[in-house]
């Protein structure tokens, strides 16, 4: 129980394009959502937090405008990065939080690694 | 932008043997702390958990250990298996520092466990 699922699990596009990951919560209605950035040997590092309808709240360094988050329902939540360059390489990775019955869920995604050419 | 970041210390065991990985996590005000596994290219998975009014918790073949005197959490594995080989991670949560605070986890450095046959 308690799935939180993640696409695409790959991508690889081109400099100056966007891009867009899912998160959904399958089986849970997640009322946060957490995204984070994980560079290659390295641990995760929070970028934003998203509410359901309301505005994402960012990690200091983090810029806004170049990662955008909406979070319109409780399943699912997006992560656009736009005009992405090669220093935006990563692996993105979302967690969700809720209820499930009866219970605090917290539970991660699989991860989308991006790769910009 | 820049990526500057530690790469992950290394603890390399045999099939069989107990591993031991630490952790020195970062706010005295943390209350809540996880271990998460996470194999390559893929997301976080739970371990184990423990709250700051405990100092020991065990599990199948994990047991966690929390010295809050000097901030410091160890994950201790029991008959090490191949497919204990692994990165990880610990993670501590403020739970009351406000109503949408849990779920924001804050990572430590990780560990790269490899066990050999």
């Known amino acids: 129980g308690a799935v939180v699922s993640q696409h695409p699990s790959r991508v690889i596009c081109k400099s100056g394009t966007s891009v867009k990951i899912e998160c959904r919560s399958l089986?849970?209605?997640?009322?946060?959502m957490f995204w984070y950035r994980q560079f290659p040997k390295q641990s995760l590092m929070l970028m934003a937090t998203?509410?359901?309808?309301?505005?994402?709240?960012?990690e200091q360094g983090v810029e806004k405008d170049k990662f955008l988050i909406n979070h319109a329902s409780l399943t699912l939540s997006t992560l656009t990065v736009t005009s992405a360059h090669p220093e935006d390489s990563s692996f993105y990775i979302c967690?969700?939080?809720?209820?499930?019955?009866?219970?605090?869920?917290?539970?991660f995604g699989a991860g989308s690694r991006l790769t910009v050419l | 932008g820049e990526n500057v970041g530690l790469h992950l210390p290394t603890l390399s065991v045999q099939e069989g043997d107990n591993s031991i990985i630490n952790c020195a996590y970062s706010?005295?005000?943390?209350?809540?702390f996880i271990w998460y596994k996470q194999e390559s290219g893929k997301g976080p998975q739970f371990i184990i958990d423990?709250?700051?009014?405990?100092d020991k918790r065990q599990g199948q073949r994990v047991t966690v250990l929390l010295n809050k005197t000097v901030k410091h959490l160890s994950l201790q594995i029991a008959a090490t298996q191949p497919g204990d080989s692994a990165v990880y991670f610990c993670?501590?949560?403020?739970?009351?520092?406000?109503?949408?605070?849990?779920?924001?986890?804050?990572f430590g450095q990780g560990t790269i466990l490899t066990v050999h046959p």
């Open positions: 967690s969700a939080r809720g209820d499930r019955a009866g219970a605090n869920v917290l539970t």
């Open positions: 089986d849970f209605q997640a009322t946060t």
């Open positions: 998203s509410n359901e309808g309301s505005k994402a709240t960012y």
């Open positions: 706010n005295s005000a943390s209350d809540y």
């Open positions: 423990i709250r700051s009014n405990m």
């Open positions: 993670a501590e949560i403020q739970l009351y520092a406000g109503g949408t605070s849990y779920g924001k986890l804050t």
